[in-house]
């Protein structure tokens, strides 16, 4: 697949943006029937007449999704519709027994709103264009096949748990004038949306889980003019970091497809995490192609408006106001919080803090030890197997000089294993700092007998060479030492 380098194509073409966000509202059951939603169960467990889309059975609408869906349109700054329906969106694919999808078409629940995302210290106000409720799909597992897909799969299974558990899908309008920065752009709206949707309390929202996906639409247009180009749509990207390099990969390639006089196809795409490239779906439905018509056995939904309003009250602090509160709280500089932000480490921290640490603390091992295990593995901080409770603790035993910072890291990565909470890794470890100070002097008789030249320097006054012999008694003590115990312990000795 031939691609254009970034900046060559960012210096001729000007990227546009469409991101569409499916959302699995957390309620405990179903859309329109009361199967549990619980992830994880035995395959076809958690299913029943309706959401199995057997004949004659009629669906009821989930009154807490409607009210989630509500607020998640109010958090966004959208109108919310005094009368909506459901539709009927037809299309065969195994997983969905009905052969439609109840879904909203052209009457969703909320619409035109907005919602501001940063990056790098700058506002990028993105334009929503509806939020509306849906049922999810079924789930398909294609066995056999090299990839999970169903192209050479011997045999497929089915599991129909997913089927029916309410969806909301966030669509923006186009975004536009984001220049190089498209791919971080969209990737910082996903990551805010994630601490919005979090912070209203309406999912797990659960990439990896699939509780939150994403669809990334691109097109290419050149610099300097305004007609929209053809875009494509990568299909459910599931993380944060592949939601920004899918974005970077596509537009590299459509701009070697323009360049090479060739044109875009309208189609979906699918994100190969391994490979980092996108590859042809099927191409792209037109809303024809679906038939949509009104679900005849569902009546509308008109939300009174004292019940928005009630709604409304219930609204977290917005994502952007956040940002100006926490900073100034941390006490962070205008560098540090961008760090903090563009490491999507703000609710981290919070909860970091919440849990006992200082800001400071904090920050620091959630954008060294945690971020760099983060990368290794190619996932989202709070991915990485640690929890903000966790990191507290860490940073406690530091503070009471149960382990020094050096230790800490054996500590995360004790954690991270699996093998426990941070006491039970330190005990498990034998990490804990020898406070015998039997031991440690010893030791530091040792270092200053064997350094003689060393204690000389700092007799006469070079205390900074003192750092030479304190580094020769953590060795010695395999870095299990407080090392300003040590320090004082060789000053007293030299005298
Ligand atoms: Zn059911």
């Not at 299309?91 to 907005?114: C, R, V």
């Not at 699918?270 to 980092?276: A, L, T």
């Not at 100070?437 to 700092?458: Q, R």
């Amino acid at each position: 697949m031939t691609v254009l380098p970034y900046e060559e194509a960012l210096a001729v073409y000007d990227p546009v943006l469409g991101l569409e966000v499916h959302v699995e509202l957390n309620t405990t059951s179903k859309m329109f029937c009361g199967c549990s939603t619980a992830f994880g169960a035995e395959p076809n467990t958690q299913v029943c007449a309706v959401c199995l889309g057997l004949p004659g059975s009629l669906p009821v609408v989930n009154a807490k999704a409607v009210e989630s869906a509500i607020r998640i349109g109010l958090a966004l700054n959208c109108t919310i519709a005094e009368w909506c329906r459901f539709s009927r969106k037809n299309y065969f694919y195994p997983d969905m027994p009905k052969n439609y999808q109840i879904s909203q078409y052209d009457e969703p629940i909320a619409y035109d709103g907005w919602t501001d995302v940063v990056l790098d210290g700058e506002s990028y106000r993105i334009g929503i264009e509806r939020a509306h409720m849906e049922e999810d799909t079924g789930k398909s597992l294609h066995v056999g096949g090299a990839t999970g897909r169903i192209h050479g799969a011997d045999y497929s299974l089915l599991d129909y748990n997913r089927s029916g558990v309410p969806l909301i899908e966030i669509v923006t309008k186009p975004i536009e004038g984001t220049g190089a920065k498209a791919p971080e752009v969209a990737r910082a709206y996903v990551a805010m949306l994630r601490d919005l949707l979090r912070a209203l309390g309406v999912s797990d929202v659960r990439m990896e889980q699939g509780s939150l996906r994403c669809d990334a639409n691109v097109s290419l247009r050149p610099i300097g003019t305004s007609t929209l180009g053809t875009r494509t749509e990568t299909k459910n990207v599931n993380s944060l970091r592949s939601v920004e390099r899918a974005l970077r990969y596509e537009i590299t390639r459509q701009a070697a497809v323009l360049a090479g006089g060739g044109r875009v196809i309208q189609e979906t795409r699918h994100w190969h995490e391994d490979s980092g490239i996108t590859t042809a779906g099927r191409s792209k439905e037109t809303a024809e192609d679906y038939r949509y018509f009104p679900e005849p056995d569902l009546v509308p939904i008109a939300p009174s408006r004292e019940w928005v309003e009630q709604l409304r009250a219930t609204l977290p602090e917005p994502p952007a106001a956040k940002l100006q509160r926490v900073s100034a709280e941390w006490g962070f500089s205008e560098l540090e919080m961008r760090d903090v932000v563009s490491a999507g480490a703000v609710n981290a921290i919070e909860a970091t803090v919440a849990a006992g640490a200082s800001p400071q603390s904090a920050r620091k091992w959630w954008l060294t030890e945690v971020a760099r295990r983060a990368n290794e593995a190619g996932v989202d901080l709070e991915d990485v197997g640690i929890s903000p409770q966790q990191v507290a603790e860490v940073q406690a035993l530091v503070e009471n000089r149960t382990i020094n910072d050096k230790l800490a890291r054996q500590v995360f990565e004790g954690v991270i294993a699996g093998e426990g909470s941070p006491a039970e890794v330190v005990a498990a470890r034998r990490l804990a700092i020898v406070s015998d100070e039997g031991a440690l002097a010893a030791a530091v008789n040792e270092a200053i007998n064997a350094n003689p030249d060393i204690v000389d320097k700092i007799k006469s006054g070079k205390v900074q060479a003192a750092g030479a012999l304190i580094g020769s008694v953590m060795k010695q003590m395999r870095g299990q030492a407080d090392a300003a115990r040590v320090r004082e312990l060789i000053l007293e000795k030299i005298g």
